[in-house]
């Protein structure tokens, strides 16, 4: 069967694309090109690859023009970097850009029944949305607000891991906001003034989080990354044994218009010197430039922040461990240092009445109370992840 004109037309200019040329290695979209590109086929291949397009569609979006803006949005080219950097852009790149966005806004309006037609099948045959967007104008404008919306793999996502030197996002990362989170409000304010530091473009500082388990430390770092997502923050976790990997990734964030957190949770390092010296280089004082757009924030108890090497295990301040001008020079690279102590009494039943108030538990405050003073006594906690436990446990009761 011989395709109709349009789509003759639209396979011709997918192949003239040059910017976003990767866009059509895309999974989803490989199906569709085979069945534009094909004068004749065999019907039991074009139904094939009519249904293996609709089918990967599906499993990212039931609309084919938001799918593909979002591809435009999300990948990473020459033309998108340079502009991040605020490079001057040479007018005949801008109107390339310009006329392959049309090109892609063509293909990313195909409705169903323009491929139906194509395909020799009388059945049934899913079919799929289309939008009315302005490719050139939503992108131009995407392009203003880079600093918020990012490009490429930090487009759509807050929070991210490192695997094999990749910045790989969660796709289901702990949804807690700053709004859920209760108690410590003098200790969350100065990390707020810093992060705002830090989006807004001023100096910010490396923070480190210290004190006991179940305090809310963590917590409150990754309630950052959910809470200014919108205003261009970004989250990247790393492990200890990742931190040599730190400068490296430093020097790939340096260009980047939006602005990061490189989070290490529960930082406990050995006190043979090695890894206090790759963190310290990490933080301050390697060859590589100083990112204004990426801070470090850590967690950990200080007493296990560094533990020595041999069988005695080290207490007190971090400055009396035997490496001490290491350890300094450590200290100090942290700007900020917050301590979260042990709730009292009281700051512990109003965090479990709070919590109970926010998840829609019914029950009266002094019932609460006495729950979540009796856990404590069980477990011998009376922290913040206490009091969510013995929550999440009359919940649970209550249905």
């Known amino acids: 069967m011989v395709k109709n004109k349009k789509l003759q037309e639209i396979d011709l200019s997918l192949n003239s694309l040059v910017v976003f040329r990767k866009l059509m290695t895309q999974e989803v979209i490989l199906p569709l090109r085979g069945l534009l590109d094909t004068e004749t086929m065999d019907p039991v291949i074009q139904l094939r690859l009519y249904t293996e397009f609709v089918s990967r569609l599906y499993t990212q979006s039931m609309n084919l023009t ?16 340079a502009k991040a950097r605020g490079e001057e852009i040479d007018p005949l790149l801008d109107a390339c850009v310009e006329n392959e966005l049309a090109i892609l806004e063509r293909l990313a309006r195909l409705k169903p029944h323009e ?41 759509r996502h807050s929070c991210y891991v490192l ?62 990354a959910n809470t200014y997502y ?109 301590y979260f102590e042990i709730p009292s009494r009281q700051k512990y039943l109003d965090i479990a009445v709070f919590l109970a108030e926010q998840k829609g538990l019914k029950l009266p405050r002094n019932t609460v109370e006495q729950a979540a003073w009796s856990y404590a006594q069980q477990t011998g906690s009376c922290t913040p992840r206490a009091a969510e436990q013995i929550i999440s446990q009359l919940l649970a009761e209550e249905q």
């Open 66 to 81: 938001e799918y593909i803006f979002r591809l435009i949005c999300e990948d990473e080219n020459f033309y998108i970097t």
């Open 230 to 338: 919108d205003e261009g923050l970004r989250l990247i976790q790393l492990t200890k044994a990742q931190i040599p990997e730190l400068p490296h990734l430093l020097e790939q964030l340096c260009g980047n218009p939006l602005k990061f957190i490189i989070f290490l949770d529960d930082l406990c390092l050995s006190g043979d010197g090695a890894e206090i010296a790759e963190l310290k280089a990490a933080l301050e004082g390697s060859v590589y430039k100083k990112c204004i757009n990426t801070v470090i924030y850590a967690t950990g108890n200080h007493r296990k922040l560094v533990r020595n090497s041999g069988t005695e295990a080290v207490y007190g301040e971090i400055q009396r461990h035997e490496n001490e001008q290491e350890l300094n020079a450590l200290s100090e690279r942290f700007g900020i240092q917050i």
């Open 163 to 224: 695997r094999e030197g990749r910045c790989v996002p969660v796709q289901h990362p702990d949804p807690v906001r700053l709004s859920g989170l209760c108690g410590y409000e003098a200790e969350r304010q100065r990390i707020l003034d810093n992060t705002e530091a830090l989006l807004s473009g001023k100096p910010a500082q490396n923070v480190l989080l210290y004190g006991d388990a179940g305090t809310g430390k963590s917590a409150t770092v990754k309630a950052l």
């Open 115 to 155: 491929l139906q037609r194509e395909v020799s099948y009388y059945g049934v045959l899913p079919e799929w949305k289309t939008s009315d967007i302005n490719f050139c104008e939503a992108y131009t404008e995407r392009l203003k607000h880079i600093g918020r919306c990012g490009y490429g793999q930090f487009a």
